[in-house]
């Protein structure tokens, strides 16, 4: 029995989840962040351009991809979701798009990391019916949009999961000390739900901001942490 399959039997009423972007360097010294504090995420990666050649500005920041083979280990623990071959917009295609962007996507993952992923955020938190469809057509369970729920409630459509909020949001640890203060009511459970992207916090300089986060919401034996699969499937929300 692996430990988040144990923390099952003692029926935690909360769960705390991340999901992060675009596998970029500054993901590495945020997974030194969530395993300082024995927190879980997933990362989305578009393994069509997983290499440093694949750069931009944000504000005076340098932005670069990490190279695939360079990535390791780096995410042991943690989770590996589809964000898409080439990070395109999934609005407004066909199969056949689908079937390029996502579904070599999707087959890269699962040689390069050995696992089949069953999630994913949408590039641009773009997506409409016909991709939404695609997806759950081949094996994609929850599909992480940007639209922020503010709330800790369980997701009713998981190919449309609304998030609780960015990390970056200014209720962010007001919404963090509700969530640990609240006991659920009786066969409730709650779900704490940020997401972002690690370069962000170089770009707005607030390192400080997440390790605060991370600290504050560490340690506690009401609380179950996990990647997004893992909290959606100790919910009974999804099988893998």
Known sequence: MVEWEADIIEKKKKLLTFSYDDGVKQDRRLVEIFNKY???????????????????????????????????????????????????????HDEAWFEEEYGRD????????????????YAYGAYDDAVCAWLCGHGIKYGRT?????????????????????????????????????TPPEGESRLFYVWGHSYEFDAVRNWARIEEFCARASGREDVFYGTNTECLEYLGLLKV
């Open 106 to 121: 999707i087959e890269n993952i699962t040689r390069i990391y050995g696992r089949r992923p069953v999630g994913m955020a």
């Open 38 to 92: 024995g927190l879980k995420c997933t990362f989305n990666i578009n393994t069509g351009i997983q290499s440093e050649s694949s750069e931009w500005m944000v504000q005076d920041i340098h932005v670069k991809r990490m190279e695939q083979s360079d990535i390791g280990g780096l995410y042991d623990g943690h989770e590996i979701a589809v964000h898409g071959l080439t990070h395109a917009n999934p609005a407004g």
């Open 146 to 182: 940007v639209d922020a729920s503010k709330s800790f409630d369980l997701p009713e459509d998981l190919i449309r999961l609304r998030p609780s909020c960015h990390h970056n949001d200014a209720e962010l640890f007001p919404m963090l000390e509700r969530f640990l203060n609240e």
